[in-house]
């Protein structure tokens, strides 16, 4: 049976540092972090870019769903 595993929180609180041992704990597992769709430069946040980061994060977790390597998805992220 898949588990998704959604960790939130504010910054500097542990989360990719518990996410990151959930992976090492937990078997056939992989890590998302949400924040890797909103690592750009320059950094903006408009409604085109939300809405491109809300799709990414949308299509990736489903992938990784609908992947049978995979029972643990661990995500990841400080909503913005």
Same mark, same amino acid.
């Given at each position: 049976m898949k588990k998704?595993? @959604?960790?939130?929180?504010? @910054?500097?609180?542990?989360?990719?540092?518990?996410?990151q041992i959930l992976k090492q704990k937990l078997d056939n597992s992989v890590f998302l972090d949400g924040d890797w769709c909103w690592d750009m430069r320059p950094f903006q946040v408009t409604q085109e870019t939300k809405k491109i980061v809300l799709e990414n994060i949308t299509f990736l977790l489903n992938n990784f769903i609908q992947c049978s390597a995979y029972e643990n998805i661990i995500f990841c992220w400080r909503y913005r």
């Open positions: 998704l595993y @959604m960790i939130g929180g504010t @910054m500097g609180v542990g989360k990719t540092a518990t996410c």
